[in-house]
Every structure is written in structure tokens, then in C-alpha cells.
T-cell receptor
Framework: AQRVTQPEKLLSVFKGAPVELKCNYSYSGSPELFWYVQYSRQRLQLLLR??SRESIKGFTADLNKGETSFHLKKPFAQEEDSAMYYC?????????FGTGTRLTIIP | DAGITQSPRHKVTETGTPVTLRCHQT?????MYWYRQDPGHGLRLIHY???????DKGEVSDGYSVSRSKTEDFLLTLESATSSQTSVYFC???????????FGPGTRLTVL
């Protein structure tokens, strides 16, 4: 069985401060991991995929197989980063989501 | 947006009423998915399809059925809606040749 855990339901960070959203996973195979972002009442948008190792909107995430983690990081938070963030794992033809973290940037 | 649309975007219905939601895609992707989004639960898979007339259950399939008679359309039916099915429903496609899903705009369903 595959599982994704996001331990923080809510996270508040001051503008300009570093951001880290935690994600841990459980999967027997080689994981394909993603971060999605959802702005208020909009569709989910792909933020980044671990295999592409790219940085989108200043966010990065590194896959740590030893700790089974895929934490999302940004060095300097911006007000427009306020949104819901979901970590997800693709396996067995299906995407399994964590329960999400609502990030609020305090001006 | 990967050419994904959903209809209707909003619907209010009464308990016991049948409801059908439609997902339409324009790029001939093989895999399509239906999720529901609820506070505290994230997104949970209801059903998915891996081709015309080929479907399988997700983790929360009870009370839902699906059909896919054409590549571009994936229908989700609530045979007899209940208040517990009040939710936001998202459709998604799996981009061909990748492991990446793209999502539709969502349908907000309220069952009174």
C-alpha cells in the first residue's frame, strides 16, 4: 500500500522567512513524487516533480529515500505563496495524496 | 490546463436524486480519474479509467459509478445522492508518456 503523510495541517510564516512543508511517504517500489498547489477555489496545479529536479516559483524539493521524505522548501516566502499544498505519490497507475498543508504568509 | 473541462461547475441537489458529472478532455489521454476533495482528507480517488469501457475502483467508490464510452468523456454518477457526498469533485488526466496528472477546474456539489 502507498501512503503520503503531511504532518502539518496549517503553517504560518512571515514574509521573507524560509518555508518548509513536510512530506513523508510509504511505498515499496521506486517512488514518483509530486507537489501540487491549489490557490483559493482553483484547480490543483503541478508545482514540481522530483524527477525533473527543477525549481518552480522558487520552490525546491529533494527526495530523501533514507528518510522517505520529500519536503518542499523556499528560502524567502512571498505573500502570493499563500495556498494549499499537497504532496502526492504516483504508483500502481494511481496518485495518492497527503491531506494537505495550508500555508499562510503573514505580511 | 491540458484541455480538461468539467460540467456542471456548481450543482445543488436533494438527497435521493441521481446526479451525473461530466469530465471532458481534448487531447486523447488514455487515463482519466475522479477525485473528491474534503477538508482534512485531501483528495481521495473515487474511480479511474484506463481506456474506453475500462474502469476500476478507487479508495472511496461506494455510492458512485462511472462510464467511459468515448476517449474524451468520463462520467461520474451518483445513483442516489446523500449528504455525505457533498464535496468538490475533480477530474484528472494522466499525461501520455509521463507519470504526471493534470486537473480539471472542479465541480462543487451540494446535497441537501
Amino acid at each position: 500500500a502507498q501512503r503520503v503523510t503531511q504532518p502539518e495541517k496549517l503553517l504560518s510564516v512571515f514574509k521573507g522567512a524560509p518555508v518548509e512543508l513536510k512530506c513523508n511517504y510509504s511505498y515499496s517500489g521506486s517512488p514518483e513524487l509530486f507537489w501540487y498547489v491549489q490557490y483559493s477555489r482553483q484547480r490543483l496545479q503541478l508545482l514540481l516533480r522530483h524527477i525533473s529536479r527543477e525549481s518552480i516559483k522558487g520552490f525546491t524539493a529533494d527526495l530523501n529515500k533514507g528518510e522517505t521524505s520529500f519536503h518542499l522548501k523556499k528560502p524567502f516566502a512571498q505573500e502570493e505563496d499563500s495556498a494549499m499544498y499537497y504532496c502526492a505519490l504516483f504508483g500502481n497507475e494511481k496518485l495518492t495524496f497527503g491531506t494537505g498543508t495550508r500555508l499562510t504568509i503573514i505580511p | 490546463d491540458a484541455g480538461i473541462t468539467q460540467s456542471p461547475r456548481h450543482k445543488v441537489t436533494e438527497t435521493g436524486t441521481p446526479v451525473t458529472l461530466r469530465c471532458h478532455q481534448t487531447e486523447n489521454h488514455r487515463y482519466m480519474y475522479w477525485y473528491r476533495q474534503d477538508p482534512g482528507h485531501g483528495l481521495r480517488l473515487i474511480h479511474y479509467s484506463y481506456g474506453v469501457k475500462d474502469t476500476d475502483k478507487g479508495e472511496v467508490s461506494d455510492g458512485y459509478s462511472v462510464s467511459r464510452s468515448k476517449t474524451e468523456d468520463f462520467l461520474l454518477t451518483l445513483e442516489s445522492a446523500t449528504s455525505s457526498q457533498t464535496s468538490v469533485y475533480f477530474c484528472a488526466i494522466l499525461a501520455t508518456g509521463t507519470d504526471t496528472q493534470y486537473f480539471g477546474p472542479g465541480t462543487r456539489l451540494t446535497v441537501l
